[in-house]
T-cell receptor
Framework: EAQVTQNPRYLITVTGKKLTVTCSQN?????MSWYRQDPGLGLRQIYY???????DKGDVPEGYKVSRKEKRNFPLILESPSPNQTSLYFC?????????????FGPGTRLLVL | KQEVTQIPAALSVPEGENLVLNCSFT??????LQWFRQDPGKGLTSLLL?????REQTSGRLNASLDKSSGRSTLYIAASQPGDSATYLC??????????FGKGTTLSVSS
């Protein structure tokens, strides 16, 4: 089944404890991205990747890192999480240059930083 | 900077009604526009994608239109059902490779 998977789905952590949220897609998509969703603010892009080893900042990249060593994986790294990073996170992928193709979203990761 | 607005923010209708959800965007230089559905606690499911050169797309009981010059799109849902209850999100893809989302319309269809 074609899908985007994220792990973990739910995470409670404390301020400053490094964490990684994994994202994997099995559709051989070039383009992948991360979004966060907050009440009243909607969905905003954090980082995106056009292909392996190519990543760039979205609208709200502060406090996040990403890497794209393999085409299928695009982990989101929070080196020192803070309470304002409590949010619902979505990973998405698309077959080629986003702009021409449907984006497929993962199920989301709900993060609580205490 | 692109801004996407969805009206209304919430909508309640009885089963069987036809309804229209509205989306407007400030910058007409878009590559495409997508409508998504989001169920509580779930991810986003793409419903329809309209390329900038297209005027409308249809899938089952859903029809989405795009008027790029006026910065508007509508999602028409025919013969609504309780299973249509969800939040509907409109998103546009512009020059920068990010989807810019509206805040959504939360639809409730009562039986």
């Amino acid at each position: 089944e074609a899908q985007v998977t994220q792990n973990p789905r739910y995470l409670i952590t404390v301020t400053g404890k490094k964490l990684t949220v994994t994202c994997s897609q099995n559709m051989n998509h070039e383009y992948m991205s991360w979004y966060r969703q907050d009440p009243g603010l909607g969905l905003r892009q954090i980082y995106y990747s056009m292909n392996v080893e190519v990543t760039d900042k979205g609208d709200v990249p502060e406090g996040y890192k990403v890497s794209r060593k393999e085409k299928r994986n695009f982990p989101l790294i929070l080196e020192s999480p803070s309470p304002n990073q409590t949010s619902l996170y979505f990973c998405a992928s698309s077959p080629r240059l986003a702009g021409q193709e449907t984006q497929y979203f993962g199920p989301g990761t709900r993060l609580l930083v205490l | 900077k692109q801004e996407v607005t969805q009206i209304p923010a919430a909508l309640s209708v009885p089963e069987g009604e036809n309804l229209v959800l509205n989306c407007s965007f400030t910058d007409s230089a878009i590559y495409n526009l997508q409508w998504f559905r989001q169920d509580p606690g779930k991810g986003l499911t793409s419903l329809l994608l309209i390329q900038s050169s297209q005027r409308e797309q249809t899938s089952g009981r859903l029809n989405a239109s795009l008027d790029k010059s006026s910065g508007r799109s509508t999602l028409y849902i025919a013969a609504s059902q309780p299973g249509d209850s969800a939040t509907y999100l409109c998103a546009v893809m512009g020059a920068i490779t990010a989807l810019i989302f509206g805040k959504g319309t939360t639809l409730s269809v009562s039986s």
